[in-house]
């Protein structure tokens, strides 16, 4: 048996309990992704916005390398070379072209540093790892459902005012967006197409 099946065989014997855990604690840390809430971490050191969404995203930053150099057998599979990773082209393009039609009230390259560490957070923690762990345990369809349903309870448990079953055509689409993404991830294995898109859409739409 090689190693590299070996470490397969090993990933796939690990208890359900280490998946339950690990969807626990996706909780925890999506509580933690900047800007999400406007009572958010930041918030306990600041009343000033833009104070507030620099710390969180310092916050953010820091945990997401403690993740990285945590998961390397993980990230062999999502940050994989591969045709993708030319698409990174596409936000570096409009992120050039952003402070042309920046209209928020943010300072546009603080606002530009919020988005690329928000989205990397978001995408590696949900499609990355918690799918990731999710794949240890469960068939292919099971980990698309399962991932999608918990990326929807992130946002309906936080954000209820914009995203629970109340607000039902927003409610849907953060859902079928949880399908989508998650169908990417098992589709292409890496991240570079989900991360690319998800970053350029909030380069578009500032």
């Given amino acids: 048996m090689t190693q590299a099946r070996a470490s397969v065989v090993r990933a796939r014997s690990r208890p359900w309990w280490v998946v339950i855990v ?9 509580y933690l992704t900047p800007g999400l809430l406007s009572n958010g971490v930041g918030r306990l ?4 916005l833009a104070t507030s969404v620099l710390i969180e995203t310092v916050l953010a930053a820091v945990l997401a ?3 990285v150099l945590t998961h390397r057998r993980y990230n062999r599979v999502l940050f994989a070379r591969s045709w993708s990773i030319w698409l990174y082209i596409l936000p ?3 992120a ?5 039609h920046y209209e928020l009230i943010l300072p546009v ?3 530009m540093a919020w988005m690329t560490v928000s989205v990397f957070w978001q995408d590696y923690l949900t499609f990355g790892l918690l799918q990731s762990y999710l794949g240890e345990r469960l068939p292919v369809l099971g ?3 399962a991932s999608a349903v918990i990326f929807w309870l992130g946002h309906a448990l936080f954000i209820p005012d914009r995203f629970a079953p109340t607000n039902w055509l927003p409610s849907l689409a953060i859902l079928a967006l949880g399908f989508a993404l998650a169908s990417l991830r098992v589709w292409l294995k890496s991240l570079h197409l989900i991360l690319a898109l998800h970053l350029s859409f909030y380069f578009v739409f500032a």
């Fill in 109 to 111: 390259f603080l606002y």
């Fill in 45 to 48: 050191f600041t009343d000033d």
């Fill in 96 to 100: 050039i072209a952003l402070p042309f």
């Fill in 92 to 94: 570096v393009a409009l």
């Fill in 143 to 145: 980990v698309i459902v």
């Fill in 22 to 30: 690990a969807v626990v604690v996706w909780f925890g840390l999506w």
């Fill in 65 to 67: 390398v403690v993740l």
